[in-house]
């Protein structure tokens, strides 16, 4: 039962953070990112239940990768497309 419970938490704080990009409220996105981590790092939850949180991952790098094709420095632009990258394949595993 509270596997299941930490589970559901997992999954809320990845969903709060993908509410939060929408926005524009990075920071406390990543600190709702960082708390979903810590629970991931816990449990070790199968592959499955970490959707939500891979997808939030995703969005708040595209959303970086976004911003920083805004602001025209290549080195913010090369940064977070690796990032978005790396999350977009692993989004695709689960």
Do not use: C, W
Not at 4 to 29: C, D, P, Q
């Amino acid at each position: 039962m509270a596997e299941t419970m930490i589970k559901a938490l997992l999954s809320l704080y990845s969903i709060k953070a993908r509410i939060l990009v929408m926005m524009g409220n990075i920071e406390k996105a990543e600190k709702n990112l960082e708390h979903a981590k810590e629970i991931e790092n816990e449990i070790s939850p199968p592959r499955s239940f970490l959707s939500d949180y891979l997808l939030s991952h995703f969005i708040l790098n595209l959303h970086q990768l976004a911003q920083s094709t805004n602001s025209d420095i290549g080195k913010d632009v090369a940064n977070n497309k690796i990032g978005a990258l790396k999350a977009g394949k692993s989004k695709n595993h689960v």
